[in-house]
């Protein structure tokens, strides 16, 4: 019995710590034809916190630069200002961007949050008395063998983000992602899996298809 319970248990822990974050849907410019292969990339991801955006455009950039991709970080280049009345000026950001010499701009941001109150109901897993016709003192003893976990109640959060490729040269969009992440435990576990699942799924549109 203690064994079946063991493996209840197990199997609940595995079914709650499913993947927490995917991406939901992605769009490839077909028409767009390349001069040449990209070599550089601009990452910049768009936030007002600025501790967020220098985690995830670094999670970001050593993926690319594993790609064998020279990358140039915002965090780097533009002041932290990413207020919506102080963003720097396209055509500055378009400029700069030449300047380094990049081929592509990597763009990401939260397109938005959702929260929902829910109620986890509470469980009772009772171990069996094995101790009868031993009396009262047996019995009594053997109610630690009902284990009780209260119901409560959780906030769920679902992020939703946004990444766009656009080519330098001709400033079209080349490729478009969008993703959700699940109750997040914090930036750094985010920005590890946002990044993994970004590249896999680059890697089956784009790369992998040439």
């Not at 950001?93 to 986890?120: A, F, M």
């Amino acid at each position: 019995m203690k064994r079946i319970v063991a493996l209840l248990m197990v199997t609940t822990y595995l079914v709650a710590c499913g993947p927490s974050q995917k991406v939901t849907s992605s769009w490839v410019n077909k028409d767009f034809k390349p001069t040449k292969k990209a070599q550089t990339v601009f990452i910049m991801v768009m936030t007002q916190n600025q501790a967020n955006r220098n985690i995830i455009e670094t999670d970001l950039a050593k993926a690319a630069e594993a790609k064998g991709l020279k990358v140039y970080k915002s965090s780097e280049i533009f002041a932290p200002n990413f207020q919506r009345n102080e963003l720097p000026d396209k055509q500055v950001i378009i400029d700069k961007v030449r300047q380094l010499g990049c081929d592509v701009i990597l763009s990401s941001h939260l397109v938005d949050k959702q929260s929902e109150t829910r109620y986890v109901p509470g469980t009772t897993t009772y171990m069996p008395y094995g101790g009868y016709g031993y009396g009262w003192g047996g019995y009594y003893g053997s109610m630690g063998s009902y284990y009780n976990n209260p119901g409560y109640y959780t906030t769920d959060k679902t992020y939703f983000m946004e990444t766009n490729i656009f080519d330098v040269a001709t400033e079209k969009l080349i490729y478009s992602a969008q993703s959700e992440a699940y109750n997040p435990t914090n930036v750094s576990s985010f920005s590890r899996d946002y990044t993994q699942v970004l590249v896999d799924r680059v890697n089956k549109d784009l790369i992998n298809k040439k």
